[in-house]
């Protein structure tokens, strides 16, 4: 398992939230690329990150070949949605949204 988020601290806020905050066999990352890079077994993403930067992010995981859950807008522009679940479809893997749970 793997958790990625630009603020070090939420990370540890989000893991402290589950009780793992000590589980050192999490890996932590703050840039997602790396994860990837590093863990090419990753078979399911969830992003959750500001709402322009959900298409690129979903994008480069469905290239990798993850299978990924983004929320709510799945992207700003309906192009860039048409593209995402297009380029789902073309690699076999799966695209679903989600609403944020603030």
Do not use: F
Request: aromatic fraction near 2%; glycine fraction near 6%.
């Amino acid at each position: 398992m793997a958790v990625c988020d630009v603020l070090p601290e939420r990370m540890e806020s989000l893991l402290a939230k589950h009780g793992l905050e000590g589980d050192r066999s999490i890996a932590r990352y703050t840039d997602y690329r790396q994860m990837l890079a590093e863990h090419p077994e990753i078979e399911l993403a969830a992003v959750a990150t500001e709402s322009g930067e959900h298409a690129g992010i979903a994008l480069d995981l469905i290239d990798a070949g993850v299978n990924c859950i983004v929320e709510k807008p799945l992207a700003m522009a309906m192009a860039d949605a048409d593209e995402i679940v297009r380029r789902a479809d073309e690699a076999g893997v799966l695209e679903g949204e989600m609403s944020p749970l603030s």
